[in-house]
């Protein structure tokens, strides 16, 4: 069963950038970032498959980046240019259906990203 621990969540102004973190403890294809803004459904941000097919949501593309090193076992999410409505709950998630599928077989715990204009 995979594990997952997520970290390097904060408070930045817009146009700021933060690195997501996630450790993760067993073997998963498809591992993704997920975010829950409050009052909103969670939704896909970015998922990597076999560590180097990666998909991105419309509103992310170009300004984030989500990269796996094994070695380390971890997963990343690079986030430059950051606006106000990117602040949300972030999640990691192993073994994941797709950026606009919630199936997953193990979430992480969340780690906040709050961006101030």
């Known amino acids: 069963q995979v594990q997952l621990v997520e970290s390097g969540g904060g408070s930045v102004l817009s146009g700021g950038s933060l690195r997501l973190s996630c450790t993760f403890l067993?073997?998963?294809?498809?591992m993704g970032w997920f975010r829950q803004a409050p009052g909103k459904e969670r939704e896909g941000v970015a998922t990597i498959t076999n560590g180097r097919r990666t998909a991105y949501a419309d509103s992310v593309k170009g300004r984030f980046t989500v990269s796996q090193d094994n070695s380390k076992r971890t997963l990343y999410l690079q986030m430059n240019n950051l606006r106000p409505e990117d602040t949300a709950m972030y999640y990691c998630?192993?073994?994941?259906?797709?950026?606009?599928?919630?199936?997953?077989?193990?979430w992480g715990q969340g780690t906040q990203v709050t961006v101030s204009s």
């Open positions: 998630a192993a073994d994941t259906a797709g950026l606009r599928s919630l199936v997953a077989t193990m």
């Open positions: 067993g073997d998963s294809n498809c």
